[in-house]
């Protein structure tokens, strides 16, 4: 059965790039959103195997929704989304609970290879 995947980004065309991303690898994008608070109702709603997150959002960060999401379900997958030179967040967002994270621009080898090391 595929993977469903819940993609949370502030950017449309972000969200866009990895939805192409994942869906040419067999991914199924279950849901996106596009702040930290929308990211926890859309997760209580899909209830995804992944969340890919980007950091810095609106209205609720992604450093926040991870550790929302985490009260939820503990054993959820999160892989984070950060920009470079956003270091000290990746680690507070690993701390958070995240199991990984990608670096913008994106790669599309390094997102597959994060999703499939987190969800296979």
Same mark, same amino acid.
């Given at each position: ?34 702040? !930290?608070?929308? &990211? +926890?109702?859309?997760? =209580?709603? #899909?209830? %995804? *195997?992944?969340? $890919? ?8 960060? !992604?450093?926040? &929704? +991870?550790?929302?999401? =985490?009260? #939820?379900? %503990? *054993?959820?997958? $999160? ?42």
């Amino acid at each position: 059965m595929s993977k469903k995947i819940l993609i949370v980004d502030d950017a449309a065309f972000m969200r866009m790039m990895i939805k192409d991303i994942l869906t040419k690898n067999g991914y199924i994008v279950a849901g996106e959103a596009e702040n !930290g608070v929308k &990211a +926890v109702e859309k997760y =209580k709603e #899909i209830q %995804p *195997d992944l969340v $890919i997150m980007d950091i810095t959002m609106p209205e609720m960060d !992604g450093i926040q &929704a +991870v550790k929302e999401i =985490k009260k #939820i379900n %503990p *054993d959820a997958n $999160i892989v984070m989304c950060s920009a470079m030179g956003q270091q000290a967040m990746v680690i507070e967002s690993i701390q958070a609970g995240a199991k990984d994270f990608v670096v913008k621009p994106f790669q599309s080898d390094r997102v597959i290879e994060a999703v499939k090391k987190v969800i296979g």
